[in-house]
């Protein structure tokens, strides 16, 4: 596969359950970074990594657990989420971090907290 | 605070017809603004970007413009098809922004009607 994946597409979990997102980056790039997407709101960055490190934490609350274990896979973990998290979660990689440096987007995942 | 503000939030028109969408944004020292397409539960496809230094870039149907001094960007649309019908965001990169530093709007949700 070419591009950014990202797995499962779609996701329904119990605000008691512990579930994790999967994205993988096959361009060779060193950033990678989730963001939020709900209805009726603009994207919203909630996390940054640069060469596996986390460069940016956009005031998310510890219910999400970001983990990159390499340059080209980014995981977010989720436990004990509100319903107001469902939201389409996007994972974006770019050759670094630097203001030139174009985003490439994956399909996202569709998660919905019951 | 550094904004991004897309009007209208849904068009809807007939096939064949020319179409512009409009983005506007604070602070005029962007360093690139970017025209991105979503189609329904998917991810975001890089449509135009373009560099604080010019003023407009074309892509088959596509033509994006940028005016710096008024903060605002145009996509317009040639000849408009079913195909076309999206959510279209606009996303704004400012010097001196935070790693990561795409701001987005909130979109344009664009039917064209057969």
């Known amino acids: 596969e070419t591009g950014v994946t990202q797995t499962p597409r779609h996701l329904v979990m119990g605000m008691t359950n512990k579930k994790s997102l999967k994205c993988e980056q096959h361009?060779?790039?060193?950033?990678m970074y989730w963001y939020k997407q709900s209805a009726k709101k603009p994207l919203e960055l909630m996390f940054v990594?640069?060469?596996?490190?986390?460069?940016e934490n956009n005031s998310v609350p510890s219910r999400f657990s970001p983990e990159c274990p390499n340059s080209s896979h980014l995981f977010l973990h989720l436990h004990t989420l509100q319903p107001e998290d469902s939201a389409l979660y996007l994972c974006?990689?770019?050759?670094?971090?630097?203001?030139?440096?174009?985003?490439?987007f994956g399909p996202g995942t569709r998660l919905t907290v019951t | 605070k550094q904004e991004v503000t897309q009007i209208p939030a849904a068009l809807s028109v007939p096939e064949g017809e020319n179409l512009v969408l409009n983005c506007s944004f604070t602070?005029?020292?962007?360093?690139?603004l970017q025209w991105f397409r979503q189609d329904p539960g998917k991810g975001l496809t890089s449509l135009l970007l373009?560099?604080?230094?010019?003023r407009e870039q074309t892509s088959g149907r596509l033509n994006a413009s940028l005016d710096k001094s008024s903060g605002r960007s145009t996509l317009y649309i040639a000849a408009s098809q079913p195909g076309d019908s999206a959510t279209y965001l606009c996303?704004?990169?400012?010097?001196?922004?935070?790693?990561?530093?795409?701001?987005f709007g909130k979109g344009t949700k664009l039917s064209v009607k057969p």
């Open positions: 373009i560099q604080s230094s010019q």
């Open positions: 996303a704004v990169r400012w010097y001196g922004g935070s790693q990561g530093n795409l701001i």
């Open positions: 602070d005029s020292a962007i360093y690139n």
């Open positions: 974006a990689s770019s050759h670094d971090t630097g203001t030139a440096d174009e985003q490439y």
């Open positions: 990594y640069s060469l596996e490190e986390r460069v």
């Open positions: 361009l060779g790039h060193n950033a």
